[in-house]
Every structure is written in structure tokens, then in C-alpha cells.
């Protein structure tokens, strides 16, 4: 590499996916305690409110969309750098693509009234995890298959991966199980909770791994003829 070229790093792109979101559900949800949309509980524990409601109303709604519309662009981002990184995975590609659109329809349309829009919410949910954590899966494989992350890197991704699954075999059961609606209701918002924090999570080991690896990006100094 040339003396003047410059190498950035990668590995933030994915730690800020975890931050921005962290910070957008957690902060959204206290303005909204505050200002009385919602009621105060430990919702990873008492499950009293999902984060949509958290994030629906006044201040919070606003933050929350500010962040996280950003997040969403990061995360396509993160899935073609992924796929520049392990030189082909275009079905990951376009799973982690289509998790990023949906991601940014939920929190565009988030707090909005009508049917049309509470089904694009639910969309932007469903899509968001069930593409995301394909694409996950996706790229565990393909990075595994050709060493491209420290083995201690795969087996937490892997860790994280089969929690996620493991709680959303829990919400089906829960489902079928709980004849109660209300009981219903707060033991999807725990599960909700705990979702969403492993999905950053993984973005989290994903950085840790990139960062590792000296992954970067160059960016050579062309002299003027």
C-alpha cells in the first residue's frame, strides 16, 4: 500500500448498528415513560410494553425514527460490505438488503393511524428479523466455510443465533400455551425485548470480529497528470 493511501476501518459500521438501536429503543422508551404514554416497568422482566409501543407516541416517536432510519441505511451497508468482504453471497445479500428496507418502513411508519400502515408495521417486523437472521445465518456459514473470522468469532455468532431461535420457538409455544391474552401479550413483549437486544448483539460480535481481522477499506491517492 502507497504511503499516502488511506485505510479505514469497517468494524464500527456494524458496533453502530448495535449503539444507534440500543439507544433508540432505551431512550424512546424513557421519554415516553415521562411523559405518560407508558407505563414503567423492567419490560425485558415484566414485559409491560413491546418496543413499538415504547416508541410510538410524542418525543420518543420522533428520536426513534431519527436513529433508527439511519441504523437501516447502515445495515445495507454492513451486507455489501459483507459480501465484498466474502467475495460473493448474493442470496445474503438480498436477504440483509430486504431487512434493511423493512427495517426503515417499521420506523417510518411507526406511530402513524390506519390499517394500511399498521400493516406495514407489522411487515417491517416480521421481515426485519425473520430476512435479517437468515441472513446471518448466511454469512456464518460462508465466513466459516472460508475461515474469514477467528473460530471463537463464529461460535458466539453461532451462540447468538440459536438464542434467537430458541426464543422465537418460545413465543410459539407461548402462543398456543397461554390462554390469558393479557399474559399473552406481556410474554411477546419480553420475548420482543430480548430479541431485538440479541440482534444487536450479534451486529456487536460481528464489529469485535471485523476488528480482529484488521478489516478496513483503502482509499488510494490518485495524483493529479
Known sequence: ???????????PLPLLIAVLFLVAAHAAYLLSIQAGHVPACM???D???SISRAARHGLGNHLFRLLVIPCAVLHALV???GRCWLQGGRLMLALGAMSAMALAVYATFLGTEGEAYRFLRRYGVVV???FGYLAQLALMQRAARRGALPAGVIAALSWIAVAMLGLGLANVVAGLAVPDPAAKDRWENVFEWWLGLLMVGWYAVLALGWRRQGLAMELKRHDPL
Request: net charge negative; aromatic share 26%.
Open 47 to 49: 414485559g409491560c410494553v
Open 43 to 45: 419490560p425485558y422482566v
Open 1 to 11: 500500500m502507497n504511503a499516502d493511501d488511506a485505510r479505514i476501518p469497517l468494524w
Open 79 to 81: 451486507w455489501w460490505l
Open 128 to 130: 426485519y428479523f425473520g
